[in-house]
């Protein structure tokens, strides 16, 4: 009698879930989950697999957050690259020397006649910064140039340097602003904007005069042509290492 008591309850317990190990249609051991699913991503179909981070915004290194330790710039919200540079911001931007009083980028991205714009970043650097370099020096010519900005979030960076104080105006309260140049024939103008590390620049470049183009170049080299009038949107995430 007392054994057929206790058949009775293991059975109940058995049904209840407990005790009778895995069953089919009813679970899983977690200690068996990688045996059918062998082959996939280490053997678990949910398993990350590490590689090298990139901008994607996905966790490629399985550390737990998107796109750290990788400097991530876009265009637009297309994914571009920096000018890579050991020297940071207005060093890069070498104002004064040698051609007096003008941007003097390294690399040189100066073109005659024209106005630039790309990301500065180098690996010592402190942040990315908004270069906008407009005409080449000592090609003869002059111009003039409006570049109106503003920031998100507003305290995301600040005006640099420019060619002159007194050509830009910074509100830090709203984190815009405008930029007037006007530069003769031996000199370029333009504006540094950062440094950056999370966030974003609208920039629009009007009221040209002796410009015949403008475009963003990339760290690649290659050239975007964008109209005057029209707007740009250049964000920068900079996240360290999780």
Not at 55 to 63: A, I, L, Q, T
Not at 113 to 126: E, H, L, R, T
């Amino acid at each position: 009698m007392v054994d057929l008591v206790r058949m009775r309850l293991f059975l109940l317990v058995c049904l209840l879930g407990a005790g009778c190990g895995s069953r089919t249609g009813l679970g899983v051991d977690s200690q068996d989950s990688g045996a059918s699913d062998a082959g996939v991503d280490g053997g678990r179909s949910d398993a990350c697999v590490p590689r090298a981070e990139v901008c994607n915004g996905r966790d490629d290194d399985c550390d737990g957050v998107a796109d750290d330790g990788v400097a991530c710039f876009s265009l637009d919200g297309v994914p571009v690259t920096a000018l890579e540079t050991t020297r940071c911001g207005a060093d890069w931007y070498s104002y004064d020397a040698p051609d007096s009083q003008s941007a003097n980028p390294s690399p040189d991205i100066r073109v005659a006649d024209g106005v630039v714009v790309a990301f500065q970043y180098g690996p010592s650097c402190a942040g990315a910064s908004v270069a906008v370099i407009a005409d080449l020096a000592a090609d003869g010519t002059g111009g003039e140039l409006r570049a109106s900005f503003a920031l998100t979030p507003a305290d995301s960076a600040r005006v640099l340097v420019s060619d002159e104080d007194h050509e830009c105006v910074f509100d830090e309260a709203s984190g815009s602003g405008v930029c007037d140049f006007a530069w003769v024939g031996c000199c370029t103008d333009g504006v540094l904007i950062g440094p950056l590390t999370e966030g974003c620049v609208t920039l629009t470049l009007e009221g040209q005069i002796g410009l015949e183009s403008l475009a963003f170049i990339d760290g690649s080299g290659a050239r975007n042509e964008r109209a005057f009038g029209a707007s740009m949107l250049l964000c920068v995430q900079i996240l360290p290492e999780a």
